[in-house]
């Protein structure tokens, strides 16, 4: 049996464009050497595809770990979650609930890049909700909440933890509120 974090391919198509601006947002944040920020920009560029309907989701599963492997190269915490967002985002072809996880990676990437501000979480959030078409708001209504089903990347693990989990919390709350 899938996961309902997986969503249909319609649904994921549709999710990879609003995780790709959020990743993108952030983007700025990542340094590193000349080949992780190939593979970084080449993450966000299959991301963009796939949305387009460019890739087929098996394309896109067999390389979704390059970017997570690129992040370890990132020269500062900010910029490894940029590209952990990044990471996220191409990950949104094999389970939509991955698009959550790219915004929640750029907020930590915001967060980390300006500890003295901390306004700069929730106005990350806020560009994030103001991003979201209403196709996009319509299948993330889809997901179960963050801790609500454990098979998918929305079950207990890193995405369920610090400010990772209060930006999907956040982002689930508007939703719903929004209706």
Known sequence: M?????????????????????????????EADAAASE???????RTRAYSAGESTAGEEISRR???????????????AAAARSVAQAAAVAHMGAHALGAAAYAAKAVSLAHPDRPDAVEAEIRWQLDQLSEPERSALRLLPPLGADSSGPLGEGLLSRGVLASTIRAIQAEIIARG
Do not use: Y
């Open 39 to 45: 593979a970084i920009a080449d993450a966000i560029a």
């Open 2 to 30: 899938s996961s309902i974090q997986a969503l249909s391919d319609d649904h994921r198509r549709i999710l990879a464009r609003w995780a790709a601006s959020c990743a993108e947002h952030v983007l700025s944040l990542f």
């Open 65 to 79: 770990l390059i970017p997570v492997k690129a992040a370890n190269a990132a020269t500062t915490a900010a910029g």
